[in-house]
């Protein structure tokens, strides 16, 4: 009784305090990265297409944003210079240029660009039919790695990360004839990026997600978080954001199949809190209910199909509407494997969640970054729980300031993306970083801006583990304090030793928290096949799992597993010829779709674990 009418006081302080750092950061932030505020479900709006051919011009001493002294030019290729005369001199033109589609990388659409890492010069013309009392906007789902965007030759910003949507406003910038949108993009790996230089996968460069354009309301329904409070069953929690507005302007949401309609209004800031109650049904992988809901404001509306559902961890359980589960995951990259390349339509997730639907998954890790909306929607829709990630990969520069805001960029751009998909249950802030005072601080940082922007998921990170002895593995970063749930990555039988070597092997997990095993595998080359012990044949392969899979079955705190990964994915770091050539094997899937037998270890174990109710 004490206890739980302590807590009940502490949680309402909690959210007060939570949802008030929340209004603060979102207004705050708000103008930090970017002019323009991230818009909210772009598939919800009234959009123009922009994807399709883009002329290009590849740029590899940035010729077109510097002079001979490198310093930046006044008439750079933004400028979509035409000569006048006979004797003008200009020594570019996109419109006779070669083309590249758009979304897309350049890598691999043109064998050329397999490796280029640098600049190159992306323009769309376009005309547009102005509208009365009509804002517009361009939105780009993804641009890799740093994006200079203008239109008609004026700088509208710079963007930079490389697998989350930026947005600038072009009301005023806009033309009704020949507008033409330049976008310098650049791979360039730095330092102290994120990721910064070395990355196990492939560094695909170029508008690599949709590009559109964004009539909206003079006053418009910016961005919203409609979720279940922490550990709530019943209550609809979050905001709405109205862009433009100030105090008093009224606004509903409505779950008209619930018959649930609330009324809010907006503060100072243009923003209003949410909370009501709401019997609702909850979504579950078994029966991924989305419900339509519809926020409207005097001059806006918008519709979305939102899942309501809660996840918590609780010692070391994890608690999907408040009862046990088990995550029977797998690791993706964001590659369509038969096209190659980036994947990001709505095929290649159908694809790509499809086979791990087959292998028995009820949830994934999308590594090592922020994948497509695409992907994340229709786990929505096809029941399959989900570990997001921003690129804080390897070895980072933790003191430095720059990239720590970078990374928060990222984090916010994601979680603002996504927080209404109630099939990310995991925010995950590292991968294999280094132990060490200032990696602790960056992260911690990172997941306290996780918590603030979104109190209702759980935040996890994918880290090491080390031995205790030669037979006692030990999982006890001290990032863990700070997670809610610990993840780990570990390649017994690959990187450390040989399969059997997971045999003899005991875990000690030093907090009372869910372990997911996000990483473990090995690589095999499709069609090989020779004795268990020969590396590279499927038949080691599936040794590993084997072992594997029987050692993790015996750690008391496991909760989950993705292992490393649905398919082979190119890599740089792979040279190996006549097996790897350039791609990481340890796909259970080949490039060209093939299983090989470890798929089939795996779905065994996932079809057992699914019989046990788990
Ligand atoms: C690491 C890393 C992956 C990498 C994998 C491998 O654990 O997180 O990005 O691809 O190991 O070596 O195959």
Redesign the pocket.
Known sequence: MEDHFLSMNSRIALRVVCFGTLLLLVTISAGAQQSTPLITNIQGRDTISLNGSWQVIIDPYETGYYDYRFQPRGDGYFKNTKPKSPSDLVEYDFDSSPQLQVPGDWNSQDQRLLFYEGTLWYKKSFDYQKKDRKRLFVYFGAANYVADVYLNGEKLGRHEGGFTPFDFEITSLVKDKDNYLVVKVDNKRRRDAVPTLN???WNYGGLTREVRLVELPSLFVEDYFLQLGKGSLDEVQGFVKLNGASAGESLSIEIPEARLKQTVTTDSRGLAQVRFPAKLQLWTPENPKLYEVVISSARDSIRDRIGFRSIEAKGPDLLLNGKPIFLRGISIHEESPLRGGRAFSDDDARMLLGWAKELGCNFVRL??YPHNENMVRLADQMGIMVWAEIPV?WTILWDNQETLKNAQNQLEELITRDRNRAAVILWSVA??TPVSEPRNAFLKSLIDSARTLDPTRLITA?NERHYADPSTQVVDDPLGQYLDVLGC?E?VGW?DGLPEKADGLTWKVTLNKPLVVS?F?A?ALYGKHGDKGQRWTEEYQKDVYEHQIAMLKKIPALRGMSP??LTDFR?PRRPLPGIQDFF?R?GLISSRGERKQAFFVLQKFYRELMNEGK
């Open positions: 990355t196990d996968w590594a090592h990969y991968n294999e994918a990555n390649y990187y990483e595998g690589d490393w990964i890599s990481n340890k």
